[in-house]
């Protein structure tokens, strides 16, 4: 695709020449006869570069430059003008121009200008993407919060960072854990060592013990060398673990001791290492009901739940939703003047998010690409926000309305009463986690 370049000359045959010499070179070019046209085609769609002349019938060249370097100061301006002189040139550089070029000027310098600045364009653009991965990477970040109970969660997280304890992080797919993890590692005193995320589920398992633990030459059938395990690797560091409530029994048992005595045996080798890490779990699986199912050891589980942290679902912090959706257009590096209307946005906060952080970074991405202009509506969003596939038979709402708080907290005294006041049993009858019934008790006073 190539280049759009904003050319604004009230001069129609030097604009048609213009226009004729960019368009031979390759560039998509729109024409606007006035400033104010200039400006009106800038909102409409921004331009990847603005060459404007200074005289105007309407307006100074060196006034769109400051208005277009207000709304978007990383689309270059190239200012021409038949009346140059040094104090001008002066002027529109220190106003954020790209280039001062003097008319009458040979097309070769106009051309080689225009490439001159949308290179650099593209290499600010690539350098902010370098940027924003590194901070993805580190984990520095990535979470986006207005609501009270994220605030609490983040504060939370923020005072265990400082310590050495294992931490268990719980939630929904999509919700933002090892972001979570990231940060609580950045934050640490271990945040000059490594951060090694191994996702217990992509493992197969006949070869987990061996990528947690390492193996000598000769212990299996491949195993042509000697190799360290991801517990080597983070020594020094912090070790996330994801999806944790994956892991079979058998290795649970020897993640227990490995993390207990903070040393690993390598598979066939009969030394054990000491190593130096910090763990850090996450897991999308209710592991009290795992733990009643046998699957999930419940020595390991209060091993690493020193500190158990929950991320509730989007859905539960709809407040959350208009930061992310900026954060997102950020990131994405949205064009200037793309946003989401207040109805959109209301259609987002009413949607149940089976995806959560994920998911809706997927839709403003989709909406930067697939979007008609400037303002995304909520029409925009009727094929890319899909209704539940199901529905949950409730209560008939009064005429009066109802609380949805007073509602769910019925259901957990219901629970509650039903399992004799017992928690878990209560968090087994509601289908939820343990920890996310007594987040709910805290949230609502109960």
């Known amino acids: 695709m190539s280049d759009t370049i904003l050319l604004i000359d009230d001069d129609q045959s030097l604009r048609r020449v213009t226009e004729y010499n960019l368009t031979a070179k390759g560039f998509s070019v729109v024409t606007a006869a006035s400033g104010r046209q200039g400006l009106e085609c800038f909102k409409n769609e921004p331009p990847d570069l603005v060459v404007t002349d200074v005289k105007l019938g309407d307006m100074s060249g060196l006034e769109i430059l400051t208005k ?26 220190h106003k954020g121009a790209f280039n001062f070029i003097t008319k009458p000027f040979d097309r070769d310098t106009l051309i080689l200008s225009c490439k001159k600045a949308l290179e650099l364009k593209g290499l600010r653009s690539k350098t902010k993407l370098l940027a924003s991965e590194i901070n993805r990477l580190t984990g520095t970040k990535g979470i986006v919060s207005a609501s009270s109970v994220m605030k609490e969660l983040l504060n939370t997280a923020s005072r ?21 993890a990231r940060l609580i590692h950045q934050n640490s005193p271990r945040r000059n060592g490594p ?5 217990c589920a992509a493992i197969p398992a006949g070869l987990i013990e061996s990528e947690l633990f390492g193996h000598v030459k000769g212990s299996f059938t491949g195993a042509i060398k000697d190799r ?21 029994t058998d290795v649970q048992v020897k993640l227990l001791r490995a993390i207990q005595e903070k040393e690993v045996q390598p598979v066939g080798s009969e ?21 009643a199912q046998q699957d999930f050891r419940e020595d390991l589980y209060y091993r690493l739940s020193v500190i158990p942290l929950f991320i509730p679902p989007l859905r539960e912090r709809t407040e959350d939703i208009p930061a992310l959706v900026k954060h997102f257009l950020k990131k994405f590096d949205a064009p200037p003047g793309v946003l989401f209307s207040e109805q959109a946005l209301e259609v987002l906060k009413t949607y149940q998010w089976p995806g959560n952080i994920r998911e809706i970074q997927n839709i403003v991405e989709r909406c930067i690409i697939l979007r008609k202009k400037s303002v995304i509506e909520s029409s ?6 899909q209704k539940p596939s199901s529905e949950i ?6 005429d009066d309305g109802i609380a949805l708080e007073d509602i769910e907290k019925s259901y957990i005294l219901k629970a509650l009463e039903k399992s004799g006041q017992n928690r878990s049993k209560a968090a087994r009858l509601l289908k939820i986690p343990r920890h996310v019934l007594l987040y709910r008790l805290e949230k609502y006073g109960m």
């Open 68 to 93: 277009i370097k207000q709304d978007a100061p990383d689309i270059p301006v190239i200012v021409m003008t038949a009346f140059g002189s040094i104090e001008m040139a002066v002027q529109a550089m």
């Open 160 to 180: 265990a960072a400082n310590s050495e304890a294992t931490v268990l992080i719980s939630g929904e797919s999509g919700t933002g854990k090892e972001v979570l």
């Open 195 to 199: 951060m090694v995320a191994v996702n």
């Open 228 to 248: 360290k395990g991801h517990f080597q690797t983070a020594s020094g560091g912090t070790l996330f673990l994801d999806e944790i409530g994956e892991l079979t």
């Open 271 to 291: 030394i054990t290492k000491k190593v130096d890490i910090r763990i850090i779990a996450a897991t999308n699986l209710d592991l009290q009901k795992r733990i």
């Open 380 to 385: 925009d969003l009727q094929l890319l926000v």
């Open 393 to 398: 038979l409730l209560p008939v709402i009064p």
